[in-house]
């Protein structure tokens, strides 16, 4: 039972690199998410995919791209890395409606230097 | 907009003592909560959540929380902690047909022998 894959685990990117953190679900979830984890701000939704073929923003989108890949696949891109960035980046899946909550992947760690 | 506080951002207790993590939310309007349970170097695992019916819900590793209308509250407790409930616990609140969970900034629990 796989569940929510994220690639990297780990990550430092000079500022104004740019990269993508990808997720996998095995689940066969219709919706998927990305949030950022930061000290003393707790988890805050960057943006979402309800269905294959939507996407949303979240709270914190700025400086971010999506993309559904189909429906198993949801990636995060960082165009230009700012150090503001640094954080740790969580995917996140459901089945559809929220009353199941999430499934969470492992998390990235991604620091901009 | 729906919102979560968590009143405490860290809780120190001693082994074998009952802990208490607050949460509370603004809605007026129905509601679904979870909590929510983050190791070290981990992702977010479900504790327990509240769709309706019974106001006590009981989750995994012994948890249980009390759903309160009137104080709109939905707090965790554990008559008992162990050393292996040294983690970060998240509150999450969300409505029928919402698309997304909002998350509390989380409570780190510090249980000490």
């Known amino acids: 039972n796989a569940g929510v894959t994220q690639t990297p685990k780990f990550q430092v990117l000079k500022t104004g690199q740019s990269m993508t953190l990808q997720c996998a679900q095995d689940?066969?979830?219709?919706?998927m998410y990305w949030y950022r984890q930061d000290p003393g701000m707790g988890l805050r939704l960057i943006y979402y995919s309800a269905s294959e073929g939507t996407t949303d923003k979240g709270e914190v989108p700025n400086g971010y791209n999506v993309s559904r890949l189909n429906k198993r696949e949801f990636s995060l891109r960082l165009e230009s890395a700012a150090p503001s960035q640094t954080s740790v980046y969580f995917c996140?899946?459901?089945?559809?409606?929220?009353?199941?909550?999430?499934?969470f992947g492992s998390g990235t760690r991604l620091t901009v230097v | 907009a729906q919102s979560v506080t968590q009143l405490d951002s860290q809780v120190p207790v001693f082994e074998e003592a009952p802990v208490e993590l607050r949460c509370n939310y603004s809605?007026?309007?129905?509601?679904?909560l979870f909590w929510y349970v983050q190791y070290p170097n981990q992702g977010l695992q479900l504790l327990l959540k509240?769709?309706?019916?019974?106001?006590l819900v009981k989750g995994i590793n012994g948890f249980e929380a009390e759903f309160n209308k009137s104080q709109t509250s939905f707090h965790l407790r554990k008559p008992s902690v162990h050393i292996s409930d040294t983690a970060e616990y998240f509150c999450a609140v969300t409505h029928p047909g919402y698309s997304t969970l909002t998350f509390g900034k989380g409570t780190m629990l510090l249980v000490s022998p």
């Open positions: 689940m066969n979830h219709n919706s």
């Open positions: 996140a899946s459901s089945a559809g409606t929220t009353s199941n909550g999430y499934t």
């Open positions: 809605s007026s309007v129905s509601v679904y």
């Open positions: 509240y769709l309706s019916g019974s106001t």
